[in-house]
């Protein structure tokens, strides 16, 4: 059962809304320039409308929080959602999953199986949250697949790789807002911590609300370790602005 010209076209849209999320939104003006790039070409190759895809991006409002699902495939879907987590949280995201395996079709018709999560955040870390995710696991599943290992190795493969690269963006990311608030101690900081603390009560809210109170995945990957896994996290470019040409990326996005 192949995906009618409608949901590919909706899934292309998608795509380019959450390029122009990061172009409008991102604080690397590099990654801001390649998000933009990216967006026109898909808009060109599939002769969208600039004004009907900015209309659409503008219209959510970057204050409120909202929430959208990842279908992550298997095998590994489970594992993987530790990535997922450790990606989204360095962004200030939830993630939440949703229980049971479940069946997708993906963009060349095929039915499979894998893991849905239940994302929540604000308009631009969750597009940039998206990418970074979508990137990373490709170049997780190059790494590990390009050495032989066993099972229980690659569990540990991808656990460590979450954890590392986790901890990477958190730092890489975080430290705008850090140097940001130390500059502006004297003036803004503590109304910059209300701020920030009253988006994260209201994210928290909005998620208690929308399928209530709930856990996010555990961070049980901390109980793991590879030497490999560690190595290729450390490996991994986790720059935006270097990966947008990239087309690949094995999760599929629910509007």
């Known amino acids: 059962m192949a995906l009618s010209a409608e949901d590919k076209l909706a899934r292309i849209q998608e795509r380019v809304r959450k390029l122009m999320n990061i172009a409008n939104g991102s604080p690397y003006e590099e990654e801001s320039r390649l998000a933009r790039e990216q967006a026109e070409k898909l808009m060109a190759k599939y002769a969208l409308n600039f004004d009907e895809i900015t209309e659409e991006t503008l219209r959510l409002d970057k204050t409120m929080p909202f929430a959208e699902k990842i279908f992550i ?27 049971g395996d479940v069946s997708d079709i993906d ?3 095929d039915v499979r199986s894998g893991q849905r999560y239940y994302t929540a955040g604000y308009k631009e870390p969750m597009a940039m949250a998206w990418l970074a995710f979508e990137l ?10 390009s050495t032989k290992m066993s099972q229980g190795e690659r569990i540990n493969f991808i656990l460590t790789y979450a954890n590392v690269v986790g ?9 705008e807002k850090q140097e940001f608030m130390a500059s502006h101690k004297d ?3 503590d109304s910059l911590v209300l701020f920030m603390k009253d988006r994260q009560d209201r994210l928290n809210q909005f998620i208690d609300d929308e399928i209530g109170p709930t856990k996010s995945v555990k961070d049980t990957y901390k109980s793991y370790w590879s030497s490999e896994g560690a190595d290729a996290g450390y490996r991994a470019n986790i720059g935006l602005g270097d990966r ?3 087309d690949s990326g094995a999760a599929s996005i629910e509007a």
């Open 244 to 246: 947008l040409g990239s």
């Open 136 to 145: 990373l696991q490709t170049q997780l599943l190059g790494e590990m697949y």
């Open 73 to 99: 495939y298997n095998p590994y879907a489970k594992r993987l959602g530790y990535l997922l987590t450790s990606v989204y949280k360095a962004f200030g995201c939830r993630v939440v999953q949703l229980s």
């Open 167 to 175: 901890n990477r963006l958190a730092q890489r990311y975080g430290e």
């Open 107 to 109: 963009e060349d018709g």
């Open 187 to 189: 003036t803004v900081g």
